[in-house]
């Protein structure tokens, strides 16, 4: 019985692995660094879908550590001209383009799938949590305006990895924090 159980566990394990997402192969970190425009967002995990509609398009300042871990700082002005900003240290794993990161106590697998350093990034992130993972896809810009063709690379990217149609949005257009 034992041995089943490891032949089963191998074998579905081999194809969640063949069906994952897969880092850019050719990734270079430090040509990832400096600021990107939170453009595009996809998830259907259920905080998303009720607050999708207030959602705003805000920064991300991605810095390589001298470890090769990501640290990445978000901000997004709010209407009412506050700022919400929130940091993460993604440590690097054994898989280059791949890092994890803890947020609201759930495990985040972050996957750098696909960037040209000069003009966007395409992240997939899955959290883990008891019930179910959830998928949030995330593009990038190093301005505020991408092409229809990257907007629809995207989308279906996000189709892709199972967000549902409405669940899928380019953010509009927003002042940015000031630098604190």
Request: hydrophobic share 40%.
């Amino acid at each position: 019985m034992t041995l089943l159980r490891t032949l089963l566990g191998a074998v579905l394990c081999s194809l969640a692995a063949s069906s994952g997402v897969v880092p850019q192969a050719d990734l270079n970190l430090q040509e990832v660094s400096g600021k990107w425009y939170l453009i595009g967002f996809a998830t259907n995990a259920q905080w998303f879908v009720n607050r999708r509609a207030s959602m705003k398009m805000g920064t991300a300042m991605l810095t390589p550590t001298a470890d090769g871990d990501l640290d990445i700082s978000y901000a997004s002005l709010n209407s009412d001209g506050s700022c919400w900003r929130m940091n993460h240290l993604a440590k690097k794993t054994d898989v280059p383009g791949k890092f994890t990161y803890t947020s609201w106590r759930k495990l985040n697998e972050m996957c750098m799938v696909d960037v040209k350093y000069d003009e966007y990034a395409l992240v997939h992130t899955v959290r883990s949590n008891d019930r179910d993972p959830t998928a949030v896809n995330k593009l990038y810009g190093r301005d505020v305006d991408l092409g229809a063709d990257l907007l629809e690379k995207f989308r279906q990217f996000s189709l892709e990895t199972g967000v549902l149609p409405e669940n899928i949005v380019f953010l509009p257009k927003n002042a940015e924090c000031p630098d604190a």
